[in-house]
């Protein structure tokens, strides 16, 4: 066993070692190279980490397997003692062109970007973004590599007999077919949202039934990732879900307007309300720079209920970052200003006990008497 790897060993090419220890390095600095490669557009970095070293991981094991005598994976055209060398020298070249294609994919697909992609600025950091155009020859890019890859696999391993067998063709359409419902639709929801440019990086959306107020992050093909406005945490949500939904978006380039709600007791008169609201409106401004001083508050009477008036305090913005605080900040400042105008902001529980005389038992008799006679009739 020992003489057997040895010789292995000693029969090694510079092409091969150059391959193993380029596998080596890629399965230890992966993350580096991504991050020269990708730069500040580096938001999908961790995913293609993984890939690229579990590639090289599975080649360095298919190298390992390859050293026991008598492996012949298969190959039909070598003698069992004699094929570890020639199996070796497959693994090289499948090796070396898999290596290739996805760093060339890589490469492309940050051309692309910076060639069809935009720019824009998301909370300081400016970001490469992906766009309908750059996602569509991206599309193509990946599947002339995934083509260009799977020829020359079959070509060095002699497999080419595979494309004309049916039974394998048939067999990758009936995969297609069985999973198209697992990836077509957030596939073709993710070019939508795409090309139709409204939920872009940046952008402030509100999704009611999914309870969600956050920053868009990125879209791709499968999936849009956004940042909590209210806690800051990445939310991914596939795109298919996301474009079934009403979906609310707050551009820095629109008149951003929001409102919050008060209920309020019949007790307080109104030009006493709308002070307390205007009031509100104008300590809240000084708190909290989201909220645009130069623009009048609006307040209007929203419900008239069976306990309480429901009043909107309406205000415009000047970040839709700042949304949510400027919600917070009108909260607590009309909580402070209550004390001082007299007015409760706990919606008051009232009951009405009608009076027994409105219905004395003379009439109720009378009426049903009334009700059987028509009925005997």
Known sequence: MLEHILNLLGSFSLLDVFVIGLNIALFLFSGILLNRIQGAAASRKRPRMLTMRSLSFMLLIMYLIAFIPGVTFGLKDCQADNCNPQIIK???????????SYILMLLTHLLVIKRFGREREVQGELIHYETYQSR?????????????????????????GWLRQTSVLGGLAVLIFFTKDLWLPDNINGLILLYKTDVVPGSVVRVRKLDLLAITLRTSLIET?????????????PNSMFRNQVIEV???????KDFVEFNIGYGSEMENIKAFLTQVHKQACEIESGIDP??????????????AVTWRLTYS????????????????TALACSADFGIGLNTPVTHRILDANLHPPELVKA???NVVHNSDK
Do not use: C
């Open 90 to 100: 497959q693994l090289t070249e499948t090796g070396a062109t898999l290596i290739i």
């Open 136 to 160: 569509l020859v991206s599309i193509v890019v990946l599947v002339t590599v995934i083509a260009f890859l799977l020829l020359t696999t079959l070509t060095i391993w002699g497999l080419e």
């Open 225 to 237: 990732a956004f940042r909590d406005l209210v806690h800051g945490q990445r939310i991914i949500i």
């Open 250 to 256: 707050i551009n820095h380039d629109d008149t951003i």
């Open 294 to 307: 130069e623009s009048d508050a609006r307040i209007n009477v929203v419900t008239t209920g069976d306990h």
């Open 317 to 332: 913005l000047t970040n839709p970052y700042r949304l949510r605080k400027a919600q917070m900040a009108i909260s607590e």
């Open 367 to 369: 009426t049903l008497a």
